[in-house]
């Protein structure tokens, strides 16, 4: 199936920096999720988008869908160790199937 | 709210044996829920879409009479794995959209399958 560019592939980065990765897809979606994944776990939703423009915040966390409707960020502020982990954003394009389209994802490292 | 458990979370099993995994909603009811396969450091592959109390739809590529989905409840879905061979050895993860609720699946905590 159709896969979203997510990028960057993998950061490292030192505690208390700020993050920043995106996705973008060269079709329209209706929803925009992002998801945390820890090693061995299922993913965590973190936030979700329903409407282009939209800029939610969720702790440190910042997701914006963008005005296009082909693109979305994901902000982390002050990182710190426990951020760790594999970033997917998803897609849905919107009827009645509800299937995600999701990203390769991005492998976040912090170092203390 | 929205937790989704699996069960088992890890099972070994021999070729040509059959592992059943089942996926529960736990604090809401899903009328849809979804199958997933992850290899390592890939990202989630779309198995199927198991809808309750009808046949599951399954992805291009996936086997239906190799991988049975069975939603009995809006609370259970199971996936069985057939006669498992090795290269059947994944992460399974199923995941449960909230009947009535915006489009946010919530995914169980996965299950690990290897197949000596």
């Known amino acids: 199936g159709q896969q979203l560019n997510q990028s960057p592939q993998s950061m490292f980065i030192q505690e208390g920096e700020d993050v920043s990765m995106n996705c973008t897809s060269s079709?329209?979606?209706?929803?925009w999720l992002w998801y945390k994944q820890d090693p061995g776990e299922g993913p965590v939703l973190l936030i979700a988008l329903y409407k282009a423009g939209e800029l939610t915040s969720n702790g440190r966390l910042t997701a914006q869908f963008g005005i296009t409707r082909k693109d979305s960020f994901l902000n982390i502020s002050a990182s710190i160790p426990s951020d760790v982990g594999i970033y997917f954003c998803?897609?849905?394009?919107?009827?009645?199937?509800?299937?995600?389209?999701f990203g390769k994802g991005t492998l976040l490292t912090v170092n203390p | 709210g929205a937790v989704v458990s699996q069960h088992p979370s890890w099972v070994i099993c021999k070729s040509g044996t059959s592992v059943k995994i089942e996926c529960r909603s736990l604090d809401f009811q899903a009328t849809t829920m979804f199958w997933y396969r992850q290899f390592p450091k890939q990202s989630l592959m779309l198995m199927a879409t198991?809808?309750?109390?009808?046949?599951?739809?399954?992805e291009q590529g996936v086997e239906k009479d190799k991988f049975l989905i069975n939603h009995a409840s809006l609370t259970l879905s199971t996936l069985t794995v057939t006669s498992a061979h090795p290269e059947d050895s994944s992460f399974y993860i199923c995941s449960a959209l909230l009947a009535g609720g915006p489009s946010e699946q919530y995914f169980g905590p996965g299950t690990r399958l290897t197949v000596t």
């Open positions: 079709s329209i979606f209706n929803t």
């Open positions: 198991s809808n309750e109390g009808s046949k599951a739809t399954y």
């Open positions: 998803a897609g849905h394009s919107g009827g009645s199937n509800y299937k995600l389209t």
